[in-house]
């Protein structure tokens, strides 16, 4: 089985960039497993994470068409580094009033949370590694999933390098550690 491996994607935050993007994988018959798309700190980029599942050939070959969309500014495979993972599911399950506290126990072990109670069902939020919100669903399927919403993987490496944008001030104590400006590839450096 492949591994799944999150990429993170810095691209202007254009009109039909998601569009691109999901185009390139469907062209070159890559699977995403996983998508989430916000915007950055900065409003003019978006950063999208993709959950990928492949060999490191594959990978390089998504990381190599990802580069070559003008939208694009950069492309990092964060599935080596040290990193912050995180996914969200909505996960109502049939609750009577004899399986209720089953549930609640439940909850409180994955330090989930309740978000709706009627007299038969519970909404359930749970956040955290994939691992952890697949685990959560698999405890709640024998009580009877009504419905679910998932969100993709969104990701963040632990390191502290900055990553310059046009425009942004760097800070004198960041100046010369490792900062790199996302347009080298632009301006031909």
Do not use: C, W
């Not at 009504?146 to 963040?156: D, F, N, S, V």
């Amino acid at each position: 089985m492949n591994d799944l491996r999150p990429i993170a994607v810095l691209v202007r935050n254009e009109r039909g960039v998601l569009a691109r993007v999901a185009g390139l994988f469907a062209r070159r018959g890559f699977n995403i497993t996983s998508l989430a798309v916000g915007e950055t700190e900065d409003p003019r980029f978006s950063r999208i994470t993709v959950v990928v599942g492949g060999d490191e050939a594959i990978m390089e070959q998504v990381v190599k068409q990802l580069n070559r969309l003008v939208s694009v500014i950069k492309v990092t495979d964060i599935s080596r580094l040290p990193r912050v993972e995180r996914g969200l599911a909505l996960i109502k399950v049939r609750a009577k009033p004899e399986n209720r506290d089953e549930i609640l126990q439940l909850v409180q072990i994955f330090r989930a949370r309740v978000d709706h109670v009627d007299h038969r069902s519970m909404v359930v939020e749970v956040t955290g590694e994939r691992a952890k919100v697949q685990a959560m669903i698999d405890m709640l399927k024998p009580h009877g999933i009504l419905e679910m919403a998932r969100t993709g993987q969104i990701a963040l490496g632990r390191s502290e390098t900055i990553y310059q944008v046009p425009g942004a001030e760097v800070p004198e104590e960041a100046a010369g550690s490792g900062v790199y400006n996302l347009y080298k590839r632009e301006q031909g450096e």
